[in-house]
Every structure is written in C-alpha cells, then in structure tokens.
C-alpha cells in the first residue's frame, strides 16, 4: 500500500465503522469511526499501530469500543476516567499545591507535610480508594496514638482531615467518569462529621496584672543583652507586643519595609494576601531607631542563623513564661495585643481585625474603606502602646 500526499482511510465492512488510517509517511494505524448512541457525537477512536495489532486484534477491540457507543458510553471518555481512577493522592496533593498564587508557602508547607507524614500509607493509593472505613480508622488513630503512636493529637487529627477533605473535593472537580459525574461523589472524609473532636480554642495570652511585669522584663533585659542575637531576639518580642503581628511577619520583616519618617511599614504578601501598611506607635518607631543595620543583611531583627533573621526565640518565651505565670509563645503575644486594644483600651473590633491585620467581616470597611493603608489608625496603635508603658 502505497502513502499518498493526505491521511487516507480504508473501512472494511465488518464491524461497520473499523477501518486503517494511513499517513503520507506510510504509517498505519487501526481505528473505529461511528456516532455515541443518544449523544449525536461521532468519535474516532484510535485502536493501535499496524503489526503492534494483528487485523483479528484490532477488529476485536472496535467490536469493544462498539458495544460502549451503543451503551452511549464515549470511548474517549472511558479513557479518561480509567486515567482519572489511576491518580494517586500524591498526584493530586502535587496538583494542588502548584497552583499559581493560590496558597502562601506555609499553607503549602502543612498540606505536603500531612501527606507524607499523616497518610504516607495513603499518599501512593488511588485516591477514589480511599474509604469512609479508612478516614475513621486513620482519624482516630491519631486521637489516641498521634502520628508516632505515643500521645493523642486531636488538634493534627482535625488539621490533617481538613487538608484531606479540600484535596478529594479538588479531585472530584478535576476529574470525571465517563458519564460526566464526579470522579468522586461523595468525600469520605464527611463521615468523621460525628466522630470530630470539637476543640476549645486558644485564649492563651499574657494575663492583665502580668503585661507590666513582663513589659518591664524585656527593657531591663534589653539594657544589658551583648548578643546579638539576643538583642534581636528580645526587640522582636518587644515589636510583637507594640504591633500584634504574627512572628512570621515580624520576624522576616526588613529594612526596606520599614518608612519611619511616614510612621509606617509595609507588608506585601501578609497571610490574607491584602498588601496593606501598619501604623507604628513612638515606641515602636523609637524601638527601631535603636536597632543597629548589619552590613549585608536585611532584615531588621538579624541572626547569625542560615535564615539570615531570628525565626523563633524559644529561649526568650521559655525565660517569659516564667515571668508572666504561664507558657506563652510568640502567637499568644499577638492575642495579648488584641485583648490590650478591645477590654483594655476599648477600640472597635473592626479596628483592631485591621489592626491586627485579619480579614473584617464588616462589610462597610471590607468594601468602602481604604484597607491597603491604615495610617489612619495610629492615634488606636498609640493608645495600645501607651498601656504597655
């Protein structure tokens, strides 16, 4: 059989619709042509390569893909869903993460992190495999025996399930059987909705009568640290105290940030993913002019560490605690600072969700107001600071 300048076809007669399509490179390939029973739609299906399949082969493959259009079933679709049930939940964490813009390294970070850790038995099995049987096992396994089977984690048990439950609704959505229905109708992780461990949220912060105390500990501390390190680590506790910012934003904050002649600084890429600029009080502002730049390092609370600032001042917390009566860490700071501006100094909570750099849930300031530049709230920044004092 001689290639021609386009694709030719040649149809035999049985089954109707099965035929060799050759191209002018001479290749030949076996196909199936026919319309999907009640979809109107024709498909062409490719069978395979001429001398990978015998005629005999081929023929038996079209009479397969046959019977499936009569059923209205699209063989191209099949072929989906059979892609579509291969996919691990590995491939769909992998999938999620890389989606452009959609989620800060951190959220990135814990979703990976219960993957391999949480169900790394799991992370490799279809995720259309995975059971409500499953789910209930695995969560209460780390009620009671946490990920090393040593001591209950409920609070990783209802993270992990969380992180579980959003990747299986994303598969769902991401693929489909042939039908058209979802890869996955119903997530299995809805049957833990009886079996959850409702968690007591977190109040754990420096107690009124303890925020002089502790104040005063951290500038007689101050006074006499040599350290560099030291000195940052004990500034950046100060700085978490006189703005509420969460220790990631604080603690990466740098120096081109920082515009003390404006009495502000700027955040690009905070958690709620608003770039927004925080007023600073006179303190703050005096707490910076304090601190001496390091040639070559950024950041405003340097260390000698691989990150290039100080991450987590443990040591400090751990010295803190014992001055405020009870363990703190640097989150607690934060809601330390939300109690000194709403029972303390008795500022709007809409004003301090800003201040404290939350996402309001009033709808006038989320969407009248100017939320990208809060200078407008120093006189509230002030007032925080003047109590710590």
């Known amino acids: 059989m001689k290639p021609g300048t386009k694709d030719e076809f040649h149809w035999d007669s049985e089954p109707r619709g099965f035929g060799l399509r050759v191209t002018p490179t001479g290749k030949m390939t ?99 495999s995975i059971t409500e049987e499953m789910c209930k096992a695995r969560y209460r396994e780390m009620l009671t025996k946490g990920l090393r089977g040593k001591k209950g984690a409920p609070g ?39 079996d959850k461990v409702r968690l007591k949220p977190r109040t754990t912060r420096v107690l009124d009568p303890k925020v002089g105390a502790v104040w005063l500990a951290l500038r007689e501390w101050r006074a006499v640290a040599h350290n560099r390190d030291t000195a940052s680590s004990i500034d950046l506790v100060r700085f978490l105290l006189l703005t509420g910012l969460r220790i990631s934003e604080a603690s990466a904050l740098k120096w081109e940030q920082v515009h003390e002649d404006d009495g502000c600084f700027h955040l690009p890429n905070p958690k709620n993913s608003n770039p927004v600029s925080m007023p600073l009080s006179q303190q703050a502002l005096a707490l910076l002019a304090e601190r001496p730049r390091v040639d070559g390092n950024p950041y405003v609370f340097p260390s000698w560490g691989k990150a290039g600032h100080i991450k987590d001042p443990r040591d400090l917390m751990r010295k803190l605690s014992g001055v405020a009566g009870n363990p703190i860490n640097p989150h607690d700071l934060r809601r330390t600072y939300t109690n000194i501006a709403l029972r303390q100094c008795r500022i709007e909570k809409f004003r301090t969700d800003l201040l404290t750099n939350h996402i309001t849930r009033d709808v006038t300031a989320e969407h009248y107001f100017d939320t990208s530049n809060l200078q407008w709230l120093q006189p509230e920044a002030q007032q925080i600071a003047d109590f710590l004092d």
């Not at 015998?54 to 892609?83: C, I, S, W, Y």
């Not at 996919?87 to 990135?108: E, I, N």
């Not at 693929?175 to 049957?191: E, M, Y």
């Open 156 to 194: 990783q048990a209802n993270q992990a399930f969380a992180v579980l439950g959003a990747l299986i609704n994303y598969a769902g959505r991401q693929h489909r059987r042939a039908d058209g229905s979802p890869l996955i109708a119903h997530n299995p992780v809805a049957a833990l909705k009886d």
């Open 30 to 128: 076996f196909i199936i042509q026919r319309r999907v029973e009640g979809t109107g739609k024709e498909a062409r299906i490719t069978i395979g390569a001429f001398g990978v399949f015998t005629v005999e082969q081929a023929r038996d493959a079209a009479r397969e893909h046959l019977r499936n259009m009569r059923m209205g079933l699209d063989p191209r679709e099949l072929k989906k869903q059979t892609a579509a049930l291969q996919v691990t939940l590995a491939d769909v964490c992998t999938a999620y993460v890389g989606r452009p813009g959609k989620l800060k390294a951190t959220s990135r970070q814990a979703i990976e992190r219960h993957v391999t850790t949480t169900f790394e038995a799991w992370k490799d099995k279809q995720i259309a």
